[in-house]
């Protein structure tokens, strides 16, 4: 019960809500509950970059396809200012990484239930990486498989990958660590060697690409 107080007396989460569809703002508005605030919405790119510059969030949700740009717009104009996590029903691998690439904190799609929702965006705002499990056993893929097949890379190390399974799993950083006897912080580091490491996999993979490809 003290937890349940202590949470009660947090400030608010403040959020801005982008997504081009006003019943889908408007629900996910709805289900967001006590622990949040929305302080601003909006339907294009460019209204989500003023909002977010005129209101400074916690936290930003945001649809991957919007006119102006989209998601991605959004995250590399203003990933550096403020937690962003692209709230889509696309589950392609590419849009994925992109909005990982780009500085999102998260990717999740809109078939996630309301409860889950809240969940991982409580944990977005503390920045931790939220993903659906699925989405990043995909990323967990992509790395098993640049690492087989790229040489002079920098794959992940065996702790890196167990991070990252717990990750896909949902876990909160508390529990990873929990589940191998290192610390939250030490989890956050090892999730940020990881993210640094997919940027630099995946320029090596456009570089091979084009290579295989013709592409000069």
Not at 9 to 27: E, F, S, T
Not at 37 to 62: F, H, K, N, Q, S
């Amino acid at each position: 019960m003290s937890e349940q107080r202590a949470a009660a007396r947090r400030p608010p989460i403040r959020v801005v809500l982008a997504d081009d569809h006003p019943i889908w703002r408007d629900g996910v508005a709805a289900d967001l509950g006590a622990r949040f605030e929305v302080v601003g919405m909006a339907a294009t790119a460019d209204e989500a970059i003023a909002t977010i510059g005129a209101t400074r969030p916690d936290l930003v949700v945001c649809d991957l396809q919007m006119p102006g740009g989209g998601g991605i717009a959004v995250v590399k104009a203003c990933a550096a200012d403020t937690r962003i996590v692209i709230l889509t029903v696309s589950e392609q691998e590419r849009d994925l990484l992109d909005a990982v690439a780009a500085g999102a904190v998260g990717y999740l799609t809109k078939s996630t239930p309301g409860d889950e929702l809240r969940e991982a965006l409580l944990r977005a705002a503390d920045g931790e990486p939220v993903f659906s499990p699925s989405l990043a056993m995909l990323v967990l893929g992509e790395f098993r498989r640049l690492s087989k097949q790229a040489s002079g890379t920098n794959p992940l190390t065996e702790r890196e990958r167990e991070v990252l399974q717990h990750v896909a799993r949902g876990y909160p950083y508390r529990q990873i660590g929990e589940e191998l006897s290192i610390s939250p912080k030490t989890v956050e580091n090892h999730v940020r060697n990881i993210l640094d490491k997919l940027h630099l996999n995946r320029r090596q993979e456009l570089i091979r690409y084009a290579v295989e490809h013709g592409i000069e």
